[in-house]
């Protein structure tokens, strides 16, 4: 009999949770999940990146506003936001003197740039989906809210969020809903246009037509005539991804901006 590899069933039988029961998350298990988080690869083993856990009540109301009327995050156990973060090691440089060094030597004290930004960003991604498996392993669902990236004004002063952290991606988690309904996973693309080797592959039409044939859409967005015209207007009439963006190039702007 075949041996069942129990990590691939799980990553392969994942899906979001949004409802949860009324079952509390250990303090034990939360710190199971944390500490798994935090042996995710990084970067250098800079770890470039901040774990925020929001328990404060009207802070995860407030939550609640700022992402889209998600409700869902108030009932939430656990609620886990992580950020992109070189303000740490900006702080540790210089209360090193880093910058007396470099001026001492006639270098220019150099401030994190875009490749810092991308690369703290993937520490934090990297950090929470491996807060997503711990958990899941514990039988403990998660979802993932992008949302976060939203209102960043309101979230830069409610955490105290300084210039270097920018907040990437938050989790809640939450043991389900007894349920007798089968489990239902949402499909995935054809691997053929996922998975590529040795170099990229544009698709043809016909390829994108097989690619997206078995998602249906009852009635398409007005103006369009076809999936991916939907899924353009879609897109672009979005509150929440015209806020995304908004809020996004304040970020970055911030963390690019010349000293003052």
Known sequence: MKEINQTLELLN?????????SKKIADEDKQKIIKAAMRAPTGSNMMMYSIIEVDDPEKKATLVKTCNNLHFIEKAPLVLI?????QRTYDYYEKSGAKEMVAEMGLEYERPLEGDLLVASCDA????????????SMGIGSCYIGDILEHTEVHREMFKLPRWVLPITMLVFGYPKRSNKPLHLSPRFDQKYIHFKNE????????????YKDVQISNYRPGAINLG???????ISTVFVKEINRSSKIMVDEWMKEED
């Open 13 to 21: 039988n994942r899906r979001t949770l949004r409802s949860y029961s």
């Open 82 to 86: 992580f950020a992109a973060d070189m």
């Open 125 to 136: 991604l990297i950090a929470a989906h491996t807060a997503c498996i711990a958990a899941e």
């Open 200 to 211: 990229y592959k544009q698709l043809s039409k016909e390829e994108f037509d097989d690619m």
């Open 229 to 235: 015209q939907h899924f353009y207007m879609d897109f």
